[in-house]
T-cell receptor
């Protein structure tokens, strides 16, 4: 029962362009959403988050958008840099109890 | 803040052996989580603690898996009679309690288990 889904296993983007990573969820009780970045042989690193009471949160080059009616969120990276190449996981929780993760999207930024 | 520490980083064992992993969370964090991740998948929830109390355990978790957090600080995850299907990265994460900044998890580098 995959409550958080990332339907694109991989994405390639030219350096300097925008990267858009998508995530869908099924549980309407989720009230907090997060994006994590993971390099090989390392644990995931927190990137950015958004509460369900907001529809946008921005932190430097990273912006997360939440569309509750569509149960969809996206991560925008502008401009994309080669160092952004990693696997990105979307996660969701109900009030910080048990976090559910998607299967990840592998981003490659081409110099 | 030294981050979440996991030991060992790698473990190779033979099928049928028992293994134990250790996790030291960020010191002020009272919540501690164990996740498992296999290739091409996201982290899968195993169990979590608030202080020394184990609050939830995945129903998918075999009885061969047990976790403890005896003094509410470090935690151990033991797998008995390992099987080849147990091969995975075992991730530990910690957080504050929800409502006090506990809305995000901080992960360790993981223990990569290979069962031969």
């Amino acid at each position: 029962d995959q409550q958080v889904k990332q339907n694109s296993p991989s994405l390639s983007v030219q350096e300097g362009r925008i990267s858009i990573l998508n995530c869908d969820y099924t549980n309407s009780m989720f009230d907090y959403f997060l994006w994590y970045k993971k390099y090989p042989a390392e644990g995931p690193t927190f990137l950015i988050s958004i509460s369900s009471i907001k529809d946008k949160n921005e932190d430097g080059r990273f912006t997360v958008f939440l569309n509750k009616s569509a149960k969809h969120l996206s991560l925008h990276i502008v401009p994309s840099q080669p160092g952004d190449s990693a696997v990105y996981f979307c996660a969701a929780s109900v009030w910080g109890n048990q976090f559910y993760f998607g299967t990840g999207t592998s981003l490659t930024v081409i110099p | 803040d030294t981050g979440v520490s996991q030991d060992p980083r790698h473990k190779i064992t033979k099928r049928g052996q028992n293994v134990t992993f250790r996790c030291d969370p960020i010191s002020e964090h009272n919540r501690l989580y164990w996740y498992r991740q296999t290739l091409g998948q996201g982290p899968e929830f195993l169990t979590y603690f608030q202080n020394e109390a184990q609050l939830e355990k995945s129903r998918l978790l075999s009885d061969r898996f047990s976790a403890e957090r005896p003094k509410g600080s470090f935690s151990t995850l033991e797998i008995q009679r390992t099987e080849q299907g147990d091969s995975a990265m075992y991730l530990c994460a910690s957080s504050l309690e929800p409502g006090t900044g506990g809305e995000k998890l901080f992960f360790g580098s993981g223990t990569q288990l290979s069962v031969l």
